[in-house]
Every structure is written in structure tokens, then in C-alpha cells.
T-cell receptor, first 114, second 113 residues
Framework: AQSVTQLGSHVSVSEGALVLLRCNYS??????LFWYVQYPNQGLQLLLK??????LVKGINGFEAEFKKSETSFHLTKPSAHMSDAAEYFC????????????FGKGNQVVVIP | DVKVTQSSRYLVKRTGEKVFLECVQD?????MFWYRQDPGLGLRLIYF???????EKGDIPEGYSVSREKKERFSLILESASTNQTSMYLC????????????FGDGTRLSIL
């Protein structure tokens, strides 16, 4: 069984500061990992994903994440927060076989302070 | 661009009613999913389907059923709506295998009075 832990339901960050959202997963098989973003009154959009290969993955809107197998982590970062980054962020894990059923974390609501 | 369309953005129904939520995708995806989203609980999978007329229970199937008669359409049915089913419902679609992302609709905010 797979599961995802995202700590801190609400995260406040100052405009221009580093955004760091932590994601730890448990999976009995090598996983595929995803970060999604949800803006108010919208569905989820894919930010980035890790499948195989390079462990540092770049996504849209200046976000990136690093897969660390030894730490079972896939933390999301952005060097400089923008007001438009205010949204909810979800980490998700999928097994490398099967029908890509995802297990989601509970999400981080990011507030950007001017 | 993949388009997943949910039939209603907002819906208000009464306790005991039979409720249908419809979802259509335009990318010929094999897999379709229904989630509910509640504050502090993230997304929880209700049902998913990996082929026409095929379905599997997710983590919280109680009180729900689904129908997939055509590849592009996946319906969620609340047989007898209850107030604890008030929630945001999200539909998604994807292609196998597991490295392919899911594509989401904008959601239906359902209120049961």
C-alpha cells in the first residue's frame, strides 16, 4: 500500500522568499511521484512529476522537486515566492505498474504575504 | 489539451434524492476516476474505471455507485443523498501506465440539504 505525508496544512511565506513544501511517501515498489496545484474554484493541475532518470525535476511556474530514495522524500521548492503562488498543493504517489491509481497527501494551503 | 468536463459547477439537492454527477473527457483515456475533496482530508478516491463497463472501488465507495457505458463518460451516482455527502467532487482521467498524470475537471460543489 502507498501513502503520502504532507506536514503543515497551512504554510505562510513572504513574497520573494523560498517556498518549501515537504512530501514523504511510503511505497512497497518503486514509485512515480507527482505534485499538483489547485487554484481557488478550479481542479488540480500537474506541476511536475518524477518517473525515472534525473532525480531533480523541473516543473511549471519555476517549481522544482528532488526525489531522494534514501529519505523517501519528494520535496517541492521555488526560490522566490510570487503572489500568484497562493494555492493548495498536493503530493501524490503511484506504483510503477497497474492503472495509475494515485494516493494523495492531505495538501498544503500556501499563503503568500506581501 | 486534455479537457475533462463536469456537468455542473454547483448543485443543491435534498436528502434522499438520487443524484447524478456526470464527467466527460475528450482524449480517449482508458482510466477515469471520481474523488471527493474535503478540507483537511485531501482527495479520497471513491471509484475508478479502467475500461468501459469496468469499475473498481476506491477508498470510500459506501453510498456511491458509478456507471461507464461509453469510454468518454463516467457518472457518479448517489443512490440516496445524505448530508454527509456534501462535498467537492472531482473527476479525472488518464492513460496507463502509472507514469502518466491524471487530468482533472473543475469540480462539482454539491450541497445536500
Amino acid at each position: 500500500a502507498q501513502s503520502v505525508t504532507q506536514l503543515g496544512s497551512h504554510v505562510s511565506v513572504s513574497e520573494g522568499a523560498l517556498v518549501l513544501l515537504r512530501c514523504n511517501y511510503s511505497s512497497s515498489v518503486p514509485p512515480y511521484l507527482f505534485w499538483y496545484v489547485q487554484y481557488p474554484n478550479q481542479g488540480l493541475q500537474l506541476l511536475l512529476k518524477y518517473t525515472t532518470g534525473a532525480t531533480l525535476v523541473k516543473g511549471i511556474n519555476g517549481f522544482e522537486a528532488e526525489f531522494k530514495k534514501s529519505e523517501t522524500s519528494f520535496h517541492l521548492t521555488k526560490p522566490s515566492a510570487h503572489m500568484s503562488d497562493a494555492a493548495e498543493y498536493f503530493c501524490a504517489v503511484s506504483p510503477y505498474y497497474g492503472n495509475n491509481r494515485l494516493a494523495f497527501g492531505k495538501g498544503n494551503q500556501v499563503v503568500v504575504i506581501p | 489539451d486534455v479537457k475533462v468536463t463536469q456537468s455542473s459547477r454547483y448543485l443543491v439537492k435534498r436528502t434522499g434524492e438520487k443524484v447524478f454527477l456526470e464527467c466527460v473527457q475528450d482524449m480517449d483515456h482508458e482510466n477515469m476516476f471520481w474523488y471527493r475533496q474535503d478540507p483537511g482530508l485531501g482527495l479520497r478516491l471513491i471509484y475508478f474505471s479502467y475500461d468501459v463497463k469496468m469499475k473498481e472501488k476506491g477508498d470510500i465507495p459506501e453510498g456511491y455507485s458509478v456507471s461507464r457505458e461509453k469510454k468518454e463518460r463516467f457518472s457518479l451516482i448517489l443512490e440516496s443523498a445524505s448530508t454527509n455527502q456534501t462535498s467537492m467532487y472531482l473527476c479525472a482521467s488518464s492513460q496507463p501506465p502509472g507514469d502518466q498524470p491524471q487530468h482533472f475537471g473543475d469540480g462539482t460543489r454539491l450541497s445536500i440539504l
